[in-house]
């Protein structure tokens, strides 16, 4: 099993698109966790959701790199490796 990313040259200096999960909010939908995409800054609901949109996001953009968006939470995730870690000096998001 890996534990290095070799996606995190992607991650960009984002700033989150939103303080919920966009689609939702269009959609008028409910969320449980929020993921924020470190390439673009997307924000989705996380699997526990009903509607996934964080691992939607990554199947439509080919995006690897998410972080919780949740308050005190800053590790991250890379889809394309099945794996979670934490960054070094990241920056951390939290929404309001
Ligand atoms: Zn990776
Ligand atoms: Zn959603
Ligand atoms: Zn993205």
Redesign the pocket.
């Given at each position: 099993m890996s534990d290095t990313?070799?996606?995190?040259d992607q991650a960009g200096d984002v700033q989150p698109s939103s303080t919920g999960c966009e689609d939702c909010l269009r959609t008028g939908d409910q969320w449980v966790h929020l993921r924020l995409c470190m390439v673009c800054g997307h924000v989705g609901c996380c699997d526990s959701s009903p509607n996934k949109h964080a691992t939607a996001h990554f199947h439509s953009s080919g995006h690897?790199?998410i972080q919780s968006y949740e308050p005190g939470e800053d590790w991250w995730f890379?889809y394309?490796?099945d794996?979670g870690f934490e960054v070094e000096g990241g920056h951390s998001f939290a929404h309001p």
């Amino acid at each position: 099993m890996s534990d290095t990313c070799t996606h995190l040259d992607q991650a960009g200096d984002v700033q989150p698109s939103s303080t919920g999960c966009e689609d939702c909010l269009r959609t008028g939908d409910q969320w449980v966790h929020l993921r924020l995409c470190m390439v673009c800054g997307h924000v989705g609901c996380c699997d526990s959701s009903p509607n996934k949109h964080a691992t939607a996001h990554f199947h439509s953009s080919g995006h690897p790199l998410i972080q919780s968006y949740e308050p005190g939470e800053d590790w991250w995730f890379c889809y394309v490796d099945d794996l979670g870690f934490e960054v070094e000096g990241g920056h951390s998001f939290a929404h309001p």
